[in-house]
């Protein structure tokens, strides 16, 4: 029996569900089926907000992606000098490496999904255009982009060893890549 009810945050719903399953079985394990069950939501919701899985992949995605570029606006939008910022990159870099395991996950699962299919390259090339926007504002294009590597790589290698390296070792990688002869256009 309907009750004329309406649901806005079922989308949301849909979307917070599909990340959640992708971080504990990864996209081999997303089906309409498990993210309804999942979201509390009817199957028909699924096909009614999203024309089809790919649809849904992609949203979640960028959903996810947005939420780690607000993440580096949160830790690079204050610093007043090259200094702050390097502490603010080194900062970031433990916040990453140190936090959920969820987000982990979906940084791998959506790197795979870019390796193999063309439109999730199209969204990680975004993803990165936009996290080099607050970068770009205290190093130059170049740098910015080495911090980038940087920033991933010593967030995978911190998140996984058994000893990560300590914030000292994180600064100076940070230092050695932005101490340059070039300025901040």
Known sequence: MATGHTD???RERIIAATLDLIADEGVAGVSHRKIAARAHVPLGSMTYHF???DDLLREAFR????HIVALFDAHLAAPADRDQARTAVADLIHALSGGSRRDLVLTQEL???AARRPAYRALTREWT???RVQLEKHFDPATARQLDAL??????HRALAQEPQDRAFTLEAVTRITTTGRRAH
Do not use: C, K, M, V
């Open 51 to 53: 024309r089809g899985i």
């Open 129 to 131: 255009a936009r996290s």
């Open 151 to 156: 920033i991933e790589g010593l967030t995978l």
């Open 63 to 66: 959903h996810f992606t947005d």
């Open 8 to 10: 806005p945050q079922r």
């Open 111 to 113: 790197y795979t999904l």
